[in-house]
């Protein structure tokens, strides 16, 4: 149990579908994350969402939308993919000390996403 | 944005020490170095991190260069269940909100029973 809970942990998805993937953080943390991994390639930084304000957006196609409602909670709506956005998508947490940013970051296990 | 090296793999057998380097010849003064590592079918988890002295915590220790240029990450007595990739990163505290934290390729571990 890694404090942050991802789901679903599986999803397969045809390229008109829209979906969404939750994420949730129960370690009381105030800045989240999504990376993406796909098979062979390091992890991507996806998007960094510091006290529910957006912080990072890795250039991310805008097919991918993140939503962070509030410090426990992140969403990351998928619509119209393409099958090379089939990855593993992880969600992380984090404690934001404002200038002494360098707390250690905690995942979840993942969605698993395939676009057919 | 600084950058650090390591072996695409290594073997090692179970009950024996694993000494897994990592280069970071562009280390900045305020880079601490950091170390995660992903089990299968899971995310990845932290495991270490250090400035400038050695560190040990419960999982691993970390022996850091005297001029800060590698790193590397010890495994006292590897199981089976150490098998994972293993990532060094490289972050600065003073970087407040551009810290990317960018992971690399990693080293595979793989333990021989």
Known sequence: ETGVTQTPRHLVMGMTNKKSLKCEQHLGHNAMYWYKQSAKKPLELMFVYSLEERVENNSVPSRFSPECPNSSHLFLHLHTLQPEDSALYLCASSQDRGNSYNSPLHFGNGTRLTVT | DAKTTQPNSMESNEEEPVHLPC???????????????????????????????????????LAIAEDRKSSTLILHRATLR???????????????RDDKIIFGKGTRLHILP
């Open chain 2, 82 to 96: 150490d098998a994972a990739v293993y990532y060094c990163i490289l972050r600065d505290p003073t970087m407040f």
């Open chain 2, 23 to 61: 280069n970071h010849s562009t280390i900045s003064g305020t880079d601490y170095i950091h170390w995660y590592r992903q089990l299968p079918s899971q995310g990845p988890e932290y495991v270490i991190h250090g400035l400038t002295s050695n560190v040990n915590n419960r999982m691993a220790s």
